[in-house]
């Protein structure tokens, strides 16, 4: 037998820290190879650290790196359990063991909430928001991951950090049925749609009637896609980076005179649209206000140091949230390793007002365009 972590030997299971037990007794049949992998002299396992072992043995035991709490409905990486924390973990193990008591109850809601877990309920009240919109049998919609629907359900919820824009409900269903035109994939369907509502929150939306609304969405993203060409190169990473180690990467590449871009063209085009005055230039006009728009997000990660992230529920993706003064920004980790600029702008409004940002960002988040 030997198993080490990190170098250490394990000779035995409470060698182990009681996250990594708990975590380890949720996948399935976990506990079982633990104490077969002690006991067998010719068993040789080596793992960086905890985490690398209980999501190499979800792996290996089950060719996923999904674990299925059926009690719960909840589908997710062992690597996001690891960054629940002790507590919290014990109250998933209760509710997962049959604790159907009303504290308990409550404590896992809140668990969830907490920590951005979807169990089947929430992913299904997308599938229905979807038919409800009218395009629940749009082919982009045909063959969403885990993640896409998590996306999706974020864009129902409007839970985004700078999702100011709503509409009625049949703006929804317009913007809805543009999305579905132009996307090719889960994600873009969710971009293109935020893109059509923040179209059609602008005062003038009202009177242009549905066709002129989208129309205008056509003509608009027809001119500014071509802007965001030069604005998807991005720096890589291995492994599960920790948010130093993110930080270093993303100040690294900055200094290099590089941009961190969008990991899509649909991405910037919505964010741009939300955050800036575009109206309807074209051409070098728009390009200018494209790189206005990339130039005060790269000042502004010059400015801001990554210091904590939220893994998602995959256990590979992650988000870090960014704020100084009036801007914040969010830099997202893909699957792939990928770090991009997910979204840059003002904060909200709040009751409390804080530091002023510098004149420069100011004009170009608020700017009034002109050809």
């Known amino acids: 037998m030997s198993i080490s972590v990190a170098g250490r030997p394990i000779p035995q299971p409470s060698s182990l820290s009681d996250l990594c037990r708990l975590v380890l007794a949720f996948v399935d ?21 905890e985490t690398m072992l209980v999501s190499q043995v979800q792996q290996g035991l089950h060719a996923s790196a999904w674990t299925l709490l059926p009690t719960l ?9 690891m960054t629940l924390g002790l507590a919290d973990l014990r109250v998933l193990a209760r509710a997962e063991g049959g604790d159907a008591s009303t504290v308990t109850a409550s404590q896992k809601q809140r668990v969830l909430a907490d920590h951005g877990l979807l169990v089947q309920s929430d992913l299904a009240a997308v599938d229905t928001w979807l038919a409800g919109l009218g395009v629940g049998g749009a082919a982009v919609c045909q063959a969403m991951s885990l993640n896409d629907r998590v996306a999706v359900g974020e ?10 824009v709503s509409g009625d409900a049949a703006t929804e269903a317009e913007a809805a049925a543009f999305a579905v035109q132009q996307a090719r994939t889960p994600s873009e369907f969710v971009d293109y749609m935020r893109f059509y509502q923040a179209l059609a929150a ?30 998807l190169d991005c720096p890589q990473v291995t492994g599960l980076p920790s948010p130093g180690a993110v930080a270093q990467a993303v100040s690294a ?6 941009r961190i871009g969008f990991a899509r063209l649909s ?105």
Not at 29 to 49: C, H, K, M, N, V
Not at 73 to 81: C, G
Not at 203 to 225: E, F, I, Y
Request: hydrophobic share 40%.
């Open 73 to 81: 409905s909840l589908m997710v990486s062992p690597v996001k359990l």
């Open 202 to 231: 602008q005062p003038d939306a009202t009177s242009l009637g549905a066709q002129g609304r989208h129309d205008r969405a056509v003509q608009r993203m027809q001119a500014l896609l071509p802007c965001f060409f030069g604005a």
């Open 267 to 371: 991405e910037g085009l919505q964010q741009l649209v939300m955050h800036t005055a575009y109206r309807d230039e074209a051409g070098a006009a728009a390009q200018r206000i494209v790189d206005l728009y990339l130039a005060s997000a790269q000042s502004f990660l010059a400015s801001a140091r990554v210091r904590h992230g939220r893994m998602g529920q995959d256990g590979a993706t992650c988000l870090y949230p960014l704020e100084v003064g009036q801007q914040q920004a969010q830099l997202q980790l893909g699957a792939n390793g990928v770090i991009s600029l997910r979204s840059y702008g003002l904060v909200p409004a709040r009751p409390a007002t804080p530091p002023p940002p510098s004149a420069a960002a100011t004009d170009v988040l608020q700017m009034e365009t002109q050809s």
């Open 155 to 164: 864009l129902m919820r409007g839970s985004l950090p700078d999702s100011t």
């Open 29 to 49: 049949g976990g506990q079982e190879w633990l104490a077969w992998a002690l006991a067998s002299p010719s068993a040789r396992y080596d793992f960086d650290d």
């Open 253 to 258: 590449w900055l200094t290099t005179g590089r």
